[in-house]
């Protein structure tokens, strides 16, 4: 069964500081997605990565940006946390054309 | 653009009622389509998917068409239990932008016993 680990379930942080969700994969996968999930939204993209090293923009990068150094690691960084930052934060794992793999989310408050 | 629009919840059924949730899309070329599932504290998990008109999608129970002519992807299933309740989400592929979802709102559904 494929495995999409994030590191924290619930993170708590104040305003202004950098924070860093951490998520990793264990199935190989080229893609890998962060999105946050708000009520009445759903979920949207934040940013994307194809292959190590590589990156897209989703719908909201905006007060993000990502990291992927290894293949099974993608990391999801806030530069300065603010409060509408506060929000569930989930990771997704595919094989190109394959649907996602979900993580179980993380939780986090900003305040 | 593409997008998703699914029926607000949230809803509430009794334990074997018929289940219909609604779902649109809005989209150029021949995407894919799913339907996501939440259970409580967890992540998503795809439930069904259909990759071209008329395929019909199923999985525990649950049944979607893909149905080009009224751009729909409706999510049924005819006896619900307890333990379906959970969070829907209708999901659009966004073709060949490397595997990318549009996702709908979500649909919250609540089964009493």
């Known amino acids: 069964d494929v495995k999409v680990t994030q590191s924290s379930r619930y993170l708590v942080k104040r305003t202004g500081e950098k924070v860093f969700l951490e998520c990793v994969q264990d199935?190989?996968?080229?893609?890998m997605f962060w999105y946050r999930q708000d009520p009445g939204l759903g979920l949207r993209l934040i940013y994307f990565?194809?292959?190590?090293?590589?990156?897209e923009k989703g719908d909201i990068p905006e007060g993000y940006s990502v990291s992927r150094e290894k293949k099974e690691r993608f990391s999801l960084i806030l530069e300065s946390a603010s409060t509408n930052q506060t929000s569930m934060y989930l990771c997704?794992?595919?094989?190109?054309?394959?649907?996602?793999?979900f993580g179980d989310g993380t939780r986090l408050s900003i305040l | 653009g593409n997008s998703v629009t699914q029926m607000e919840g949230p809803v509430t059924l009794s334990e074997e009622a018929f289940l219909t949730i609604n779902c649109t899309y809005t989209?150029?070329?021949?995407?894919?389509l799913f339907w996501y599932v939440q259970y409580p504290g967890e992540g998503l998990q795809l439930l069904l998917k259909?990759?071209?008109?008329?395929d019909k999608g199923s999985n525990k129970g649950f049944e979607a068409t893909y149905r080009k002519e009224t751009t729909s992807f409706h999510l049924e299933k005819g006896s619900v239990q307890v333990s379906d309740s959970a969070v829907y989400f209708c999901?659009?592929?966004?073709?060949?932008?490397?595997?990318?979802?549009?996702f709908g709102q979500g649909t919250e559904l609540s089964v009493k016993p």
């Open positions: 199935m190989d996968h080229e893609n």
């Open positions: 259909a990759t071209k008109a008329d």
């Open positions: 989209a150029t070329g021949y995407p894919s």
């Open positions: 997704a794992s595919s094989f190109e054309g394959q649907p996602q793999h």
């Open positions: 999901a659009l592929g966004r073709g060949n932008q490397g595997g990318k979802l549009i």
């Open positions: 990565s194809y292959d190590v090293k590589m990156k």
